[in-house]
């Protein structure tokens, strides 16, 4: 009788000490538990918080892109009138000067507008306007739109004529900014050689569009960073071609919004190609209903 009462006492003993470890067990996990909802709070308000600069900093590049290019349509304009001799015949010299000013006004009219694109794709105040469109158009419309900025005689931008690729349903002026930024870069990063834009139909039902130079290629330390907002490529002719490094990361992120990605490759000394693949069918039939 004396052994069933240790073993009863035991027994009791090993459930009182059971219960205290449950107990301190719960006590830990209502300690942890409010930790973590402290956390989510604390995240909740950073993530509010960026929000709120992302939206100002977006307000920021639209207001200020907007009030630039009111000034800078002015000293295009003056230069235009300047340059075209209607007030009298300019020397040498002065044409040259003003030839420097309509130049920086373009580049800096180029900041502006790249300024204001990433507004607006920061805010998701992007429209795309999808349509059918033939491939031939779109490369007749760039190669117009080269010609007369293709002021080095050793170097030949070739549009290959696209075999076998359908027409594409997608917004065509976007796919074209996307192009005039690869072929733009090909052309100032290429001093010697050639710059070719061709179109291929793939076998997942996808075009891939290639912008191929014989440049001075991109050095591999930078390939991880090259379509990073405000990244330059670092090298002699960077320093005497000015840009606000944006154009790569507009491109990027447009080919997104039409369903579509961007990809590289180079080699330093070699040259680049860079490519947007987009789907060659709309996602549904919904998308080609009015």
Known sequence: MADVDVSIESLQI??????AELEALRAELEETNRGVVALYGELDAQADQLRQATELKSRFLAYMSHEFRTPIASF???????????????????EKQ????????????????????LAKVEAGRVDVNAAWFEMVDLFSALRGMFRPVLVNPEVNL???????????????RKLSQILRNFISNALKFTVQGEV???AVLNDDATITFAVSDT??????????????DFVQVD??????LRGTGLGLSL????AQLLGGSVGFSSDQGKGSVFWVTLPAEPPSEAATAP
């Open 98 to 117: 003003i030839r420097f000013i309509s130049d920086t006004a373009g580049e800096f009219s180029d900041m502006v507008n790249d300024l204001l694109d």
């Open 235 to 240: 090298s002699p002719l960077q320093k005497r």
């Open 158 to 172: 070739i549009f290959e004529e696209p075999q076998g690729v359908p027409r594409l349903f997608t917004d065509d």
């Open 196 to 198: 070719r834009v061709s």
């Open 215 to 228: 440049g001075i290629g991109i050095a591999p330390e930078a390939h991880g960073s090259i379509f990073h």
């Open 14 to 19: 090993a459930l009182a000490e059971r219960d």
């Open 76 to 94: 295009q304009s003056l230069t235009r009138l300047l340059l075209s001799h209607a007030d009298g015949p300019l020397t040498p010299e002065q």
């Open 251 to 254: 491109s990027k992120r447009i």
